[in-house]
């Protein structure tokens, strides 16, 4: 029989460096049923953390990436017309909870809030989805578990959780790791020495001393690593450090000038 699940297993282990008790939490919540939701800047790992945890635990995972345009028939399901008549076809949260998956949805404060709310039934006690235009009641697997992602702050008023979302979910803040941490983990990932991957992590800190201060938001773990990445390719450190991280986060010449001077005092 084939595994309907099949492209949503994870074969290799996602290579992750824990940062705290992560691990242990998510593990735990898993167990308690508890549905998580990861806060943290763009680019700090939580992605490839729960990666890392569905393939930990043995779990497919389904992610979504969420969006303004997204309807709830997007996430639950609807019927489709073929050559035989209509089909129903389950969207990515009914099949994670029919079939026992992961199921991760990202950025969730880009969906509109009355596509929000289709979760809730997901993430009380009841641990059901009513599929209306089905007329099934679906009760979710045991295995299923769900996370969702955001990025606080960047949010306005008119685009955040419900206090109803907010309050059935456990949270896990994600910072950008201790120095040595973040340096063994841009090392890794971009093939650089550490003492290099050390300077690139002593770079983003300054930025994130700018944030709010001309900076949105600083240099983020995958910045760094795209720098890497270039240096590893023989880029030299300086055009790698403009190209990956300079010039993608400001058009601000100051800024630039700013940023540029502190890839020079380590490069
Ligand atoms: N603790 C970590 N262990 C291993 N790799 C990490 C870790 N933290 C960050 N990374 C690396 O940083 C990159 C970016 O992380 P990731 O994609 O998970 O960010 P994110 O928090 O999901 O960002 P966004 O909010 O923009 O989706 C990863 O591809 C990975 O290479
Ligand atoms: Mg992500």
């Not at 996602?14 to 939701?37: G, H, I, N, Q």
């Not at 969420?66 to 996430?75: G, I, K, P």
């Not at 209306?132 to 959780?161: C, T, W």
Request: proline fraction near 6%.
């Amino acid at each position: 029989m084939s595994d309907i699940l099949a492209q949503y297993r994870i074969p290799a282990e996602p290579y992750y460096r824990p940062v705290a008790d992560e691990v242990t939490l998510f593990e735990a919540a898993y167990a308690a049923k508890m549905p998580l939701m990861l806060k943290g800047p763009t680019g700090c790992g939580k992605t490839r953390f729960v990666e890392h945890m569905a393939w930990w635990l043995g779990k497919p995972l389904v992610t979504v990436a969420c969006n303004e345009d997204m309807t709830a028939s997007d996430l639950v399901g609807r019927f489709l017309l073929d050559a035989s008549g209509t089909r129903w076809q389950d969207g990515p949260l009914a099949f994670a909870a029919r079939h026992g998956a992961i199921c991760y949805l990202d950025e969730v404060v880009e969906a509109r809030q009355d596509t929000t709310v289709v979760i809730h039934p997901l993430t009380d006690k009841r641990r059901a989805l009513p599929l209306e235009k089905k007329g099934e009641f679906l009760r979710a697997h045991p295995d299923f578990h769900l996370v969702i992602s955001y990025n606080p702050g960047y949010q306005s008023l008119m685009k955040d959780l419900k206090q109803s979302t907010k309050q059935r979910f456990g949270a896990l803040d994600f910072h950008y790791p201790a120095h040595a941490v973040e340096s063994e983990i841009v090392a890794d990932e971009a093939k650089i020495d550490v003492a290099t991957a050390d300077k690139l992590v002593a770079i983003a800190e300054r930025s994130r001393n700018l944030k709010g201060h001309g900076l949105d938001e600083g240099l983020s773990t995958r910045m760094l690593i795209h720098a890497g990445e270039l240096i590893a390719r023989g880029v030299a450190p300086l055009a790698a450090c403009r190209v990956a991280l300079v010039r993608p986060i400001t058009d601000d010449p100051d800024m630039r000038d700013a940023l540029d001077a502190a890839v020079a005092t380590f490069f």
